[in-house]
């Protein structure tokens, strides 16, 4: 018996074998997959709120040096809000 199991011609019988589950059937698959997707998804929100609603133009006028401005009228950008120093340095 030893002998025919370790002849040279002999073939050694198949023991019965389990298929693995396809990948998808993983739940670690599908987490590791939601990080990038939310991403994508993300980026699309993201572009479809910059189409539908762009951001305005400001234009601001230049800031005047301090020695050529009129003391009783300070220069305000744009950009400024109440609360702020009302300095005329534009810094």
Same mark, same amino acid.
Not at 42 to 58: M, N, Q, R, S
């Given at each position: 018996?030893?002998?025919?199991?370790?002849?040279?011609?002999?073939?050694?019988?198949?023991?019965?074998?389990?298929?693995?589950?396809?990948?998808?059937?993983?739940?670690?698959?599908?987490?590791?997959?939601?990080? =990038?997707?939310?991403?994508?998804? @993300?980026?699309?929100?993201?572009?479809?709120?910059?189409?539908?609603? =762009?951001?305005?133009?400001?234009?601001?006028?230049?800031?005047?040096?301090? @020695?050529?401005?009129? @003391?009783?009228?300070?220069?305000?950008?744009?950009?400024?809000?109440?609360?702020?120093?009302?300095?005329?340095?534009?810094?």
């Amino acid at each position: 018996m030893l002998e025919d199991r370790f002849s040279v011609g002999a073939v050694p019988a198949r023991e019965a074998t389990v298929a693995p589950p396809p990948w998808w059937s993983y739940g670690m698959v599908w987490f590791m997959l939601s990080g =990038p997707a939310i991403v994508v998804v @993300a980026g699309f929100v993201t572009l479809a709120i910059c189409i539908k609603y =762009p951001d305005v133009e400001l234009h601001e006028t230049p800031v005047v040096a301090a @020695a050529h401005a009129p @003391a009783a009228n300070p220069v305000k950008s744009a950009t400024w809000q109440p609360g702020e120093a009302a300095t005329v340095s534009g810094h």
